[in-house]
């Protein structure tokens, strides 16, 4: 994120018996750096606001709201697909956090807890909370992906139903149950 403004806050910095607000309104050139950096075709209106608050002795939480209009390709057709996203964005800094060890980890309850880092870059959190709240497969109204049968030249293409081993035993449990009624 070389090319995107910074808007840090340090953490000594902040008061610790009271809110600090933020409120983030990327002008266009950002907006742009930011779509390319997501992989969208544009972002039409972003705004992040909120604050950091301090939570306890020596922890912290932001909380804020995201709102954007974005726009991206539709996976089947490429058409153009606009979506506006209004997320609830949660982010808890701790002063205690279990360190990670091994290769092996179990995921904690908590997924919004992070270390507390020396400086805050709220562009950052911006960009990742908005990376989580885009679409994965956007779609056009209407539009569907066919299906495809390919196989070798004089073989019967595989359905799902071929794929599916149990399939035909209803269809043979009935048989025989109509077989035993004569």
């Known amino acids: 994120m070389a090319d995107l403004p910074r808007e840090t806050l340090r953490i000594a ?6 809110a600090t607000d933020f409120d983030l309104k990327p002008d266009a050139n950002t907006r742009a750096t ?3 950096t997501v992989g ?4 039409r209106k ?7 608050s301090p939570e306890g002795a020596r922890d912290w939480v932001l909380t ?15 058409e153009p697909v606009t979506t506006r996203l209004d997320e609830k964005v949660s982010r808890r800094y701790l002063a205690d956090m279990p360190d990670v060890e091994g290769l ?3 995921m904690p309850d908590d997924d919004t807890a992070e270390p507390i880092p020396a400086t805050l870059d709220l562009y950052a959190v911006l960009v990742e909370a908005l990376t989580l709240a885009i679409p994965m497969f956007p779609r056009v109204d209407g539009a569907a992906l066919d299906t495809i049968s ?4 004089g073989v019967t293409p595989m359905t799902d139903d071929d794929a599916k081993p149990f399939a035909g035993l209803g269809a043979l449990k009935q048989a025989l149950e109509d077989k035993e009624k004569k």
Do not use: H, R, Y
């Open 13 to 18: 910095d902040l008061a610790n018996k009271s």
């Open 34 to 36: 930011i779509s390319d």
């Open 40 to 43: 969208l075709s544009a972002i």
């Open 46 to 52: 972003l705004t992040f606001s909120g604050a950091i």
């Open 64 to 78: 804020g709201d995201l709102g954007a209009t974005v726009v991206q390709p539709c996976v089947v057709t490429l």
């Open 104 to 106: 092996e980890i179990e």
């Open 150 to 153: 390919v196989s070798e030249p």
